[in-house]
């Protein structure tokens, strides 16, 4: 089935799940999600699976075996296109606050992290990350990505590019609030503009960390 866009009740179902975060809230709207929200997201992985590859949407369900919040559905819905071997890719989400668009790298090994961080350290290779990281906030992307407090173990708290050096993941997005676009064809060259804009961050992450070639039991 071609994309025509998020259903009209899809902003409303998850204002609806915030308030009640229930299973008698899910099953009463269960038809909402699937017909507003699951199908539309799974016709727009379709529609740009072409130029960006093959993507899945993640399950509703939270996992609540480690967390005080024992909600049990998420607040939005999450699809993400991986990049074979690499560790990130391309991220779409719809939720309450609107529809979000982001790339990059999201979680990285320790051998991945080690190879991050030198190429920033380098003299070349990271004032070119400084240049696509200041690009992408002036062309309104919000760049993300867990970082440690200070400074990694190491490495001087005055280092030209420490704010970089503290992150533990990379990626850039951009956030649209709830519009009547997101319900019409149109959504699906809005994500897919915004992923193209990530794709010198992409290639730079590719370029210097790559895919982590450290034993499973060796990585984070």
């Not at 799940?17 to 379709?46: F, G, Q, V």
């Amino acid at each position: 089935m071609s994309f025509t866009g998020f259903g009209e009740d899809a902003f409303e179902f998850y204002d609806g799940l915030i308030a009640d975060n229930s299973k008698a809230y899910w099953t009463d709207h269960a038809d909402t999600y699937r017909s507003a929200i699951r199908a539309p997201m799974e016709s727009l992985l379709a529609a740009l699976e072409a130029e960006f590859g093959v993507g899945a949407l993640f399950r509703p369900y939270r996992d609540v075996r480690f967390s005080k919040d024992k909600s049990p559905y998420k607040d939005h819905a999450g699809a993400f296109i991986g990049q074979g071997a690499e560790p990130g890719g391309y991220y779409v989400q719809l939720g309450a606050d609107g529809l979000y668009a982001a790339a990059g790298y999201y979680q990285l090994a320790t051998d991945q992290l080690e190879r991050f961080r030198r190429a920033i350290d380098d003299e070349i290779n990271g004032p070119a990350l400084e240049r696509i990281v200041t690009k992408l906030a002036e062309n309104g992307y919000e760049v993300k990505g867990e970082q440690v407090r200070t400074r990694p173990r190491g490495w001087p708290a005055d280092h030209p590019r420490i704010n970089l050096i503290r992150r533990k993941a990379l990626y850039a997005g951009v956030l649209w609030e709830p519009a009547e676009w997101v319900h019409t064809p149109a959504c699906a060259e809005r994500v897919a503009d915004a992923w193209r804009g990530t794709q010198p961050l992409l290639s730079w992450l590719r370029t210097h960390v790559g895919p982590s070639v450290a034993p499973p039991e060796k990585r984070r």
